[in-house]
């Protein structure tokens, strides 16, 4: 994560994700940008790549393209698509 982003922006980050409801998705783009930065969405990747507290559901967190990205889990992108499908959110 870049240097002149804070635990603060973390912080943000990690309660904009926890507030994804079940069956959504958001963009690393739009987490970026409710957390205060709109334009640090590789800040938000670095944050969710690092994240192993499973209270936050960043598998809700996937590409302005739609392509899901990758997951901090067992199977990376595969567990993450399960955990989507699961929750029909895709």
Known sequence: MHDHFSNNFKTRVIAVVKK???GKTMSYKEVA???????AAR????IMAANS???????????????????NGLQ??????????????I
């Open 20 to 22: 994804i409801p079940k």
């Open 33 to 39: 940008a409710r957390a205060g930065h709109a334009g």
């Open 43 to 46: 800040a938000v990747g670095s």
């Open 53 to 71: 507290d499973r209270s936050v559901p960043c598998h809700r967190v996937i590409r302005s393209d739609g392509k899901i990205g990758g997951y």
């Open 76 to 89: 990376g992108t595969k567990d993450k698509m399960a955990l989507l499908k699961k929750e029909d959110a």
